[in-house]
């Protein structure tokens, strides 16, 4: 009979340096209560669309536009910083939201630009943009001060020109014309308000590619009302990560849910009307142990000198799977929702025929279940690291086994015998006479014929003809 | 501080193309201060290297118009400007020629063609390099500018820019 089934989905998640895990599922149930969670499938996808260039997964570039909009609506409201502290708080009419759900763009596009990647290759040669768009390099020299490779706009230096600007109803909207890699993205923009001359800075971090091709990564908007006049200085786009294909491997893990760190994300019951509990699913980067105690070698670093590992020994190492995603082995084009997936097989006991392993991965209550990115490739000539650039979404298929069988009391059984749920939760006591002490004749025991009494009537229990006079 | 507007389009290569001009018709005065190209092209093509000019322009027509777009939407419309891309151009003066690269941009090479992405690669001519001293492109009436491409290429589409203001002296 099946199990309530859920699915754990984290979007847009990556990794950043010391904190690797990008999704864990914690298993918060009490050990007397014999919940279990089962891990049925991972699948990794990459967080949107690829460019159509199906050479390489690192092909063709994307593009993106910067266009003035005249309304927006959704999306998640990003903090900026002041400059000085003794600036005032930036008014709250001016809004940054990443993926705003929808723009209304108002006919101006300031610009447009191709979005290559900075990433760096680790072992190879590092491509212009990474050198150019990394943080602090500086490139051209425009009006006697720098212009950081990383610049999308910048603005002029000379005097009489106007840089651009927001009035109150107006934004500005960043918005992905072509994809070309899914990527976690860095948005650094910096604004000026008019009035009072104080700056202040934007700062996204990870915000990746849109799902769909015209959509807006962010908006920058002076909401009507406000009372101000905004200048836009300068907008970066500031790439680092490294390009070595994402790496991840699964681990069984220790981590406290309430201590690592993270966002917490709801789960997706495949019937609404299950009663799922005692679930904790953490979106990263975390921070996410292997669970302690002898669960065998930690294989996190080791160089596998290109020996594959066999599924048996990953289990035992509580390393179940090192998988990656691969090449795209279809174009995919800019059709909103055609993503990749690598999926892996159904864990374990599957259709390799892996003999004596036939369970599903099983969570203890206090135990968890993580992703972990990073690992070495087989050949060992990758790092360990997972990269910054890596983003992707995370689904986990579970099933939470609930007990519903009624344990008899320990009184009614024997002693010596452990049961319950996980086999050692009751301890009968049950004593049951020897055959000696049982008289002749008597059966007894399981099901009522498992022993037969031995005891012969009259040694205690009654006279001797010798001791009975007659009076 | 001059009204200050950007003409930006998509413009494919073609061979002898003016890729994006101005021409001033009206007694206000144009001052060019930046021309880009940026590479966006995302598809595979046979590369080709071509060059480019930035000339001043004595009469523009035809072509396919584009709509400058305003730094402040407050600045009073333009009026008897023409901009178009791929229109009909009479060139006279060359300020600039220099080598461009049609080719497609990928997320790991080393060509000049990466470097085309970058925007300050792609600011292919700053007239003033912000010296008080020198003056912007200055397109008084008849007078204009384009970036134009004289060579034979046929392949890729790229951003083109053209920043100007526009004041009455």
Redesign the interface.
Known sequence: MAQSSFTAIAERVDVDPGRDCVMAVFNDAVSTSGKLLGIKAVRIVYSSPF???VS?I??????FSLD?ISAYSGGTEASSVKQDTGAGTLSSSIKLMTFPTSVTES????????D??A?M?IT??????SM??APGIC??N????C???H????K??????????L?EG?GLACIQR?F??PRAMHWNILIRVVSTGYTYRYAIEDSGTPYTVDSPIWCLFNTSGSGINIEIYVISLVGFGE?NLPRFRMIRTGADPDTVGGETVSIVKRDTAATIGDVIVKKGPIVAYPLAGNHGVTMNYLDYQGTPILAMIQQKADLFRNFMIVSPQYTVTTTPSLRLENETERWPGDRRGAGAIDDDIIINPGEGFAIVGGIQNQSGTYPPEASEMCLVNVEIDCYQSTPSAVYPSEDDVRNGVDYGPTGADYDGDLILPAEADVKDGVFYGADGTEYEGEYAGGGGSGMSKGRVVNQ | MAATWVAQQSVAFAATKSMLGLLNGGSNILRCYRYCIFNTHTTAVTAALTTMQVRRLTALSSGTSVTPVAHDTSSSALSSVTCVHGGTATGSDIFRRFMWLCEEATATGVTQANWEVLIPVGIVFFPTGGDSNLEPIVCRNTYGTDIYHPGASTVTTQEFEITFTNAAS
């Open positions: 460019g159509d260039d390489s690192y092909g063709l570039q994307g593009k003035r006919g101006g596009r300031i610009r447009a630009a191709g290559a990647p990433g290759l190879g040669t590092v491509n212009f943009q150019l768009r490139d051209a425009e009006g006697g001060r212009i950081e490779g610049n999308i706009i910048h002029m230096w000379d005097s009489d020109t106007e840089p651009i600007m009035h107006e072509v070309g890699v390009y």
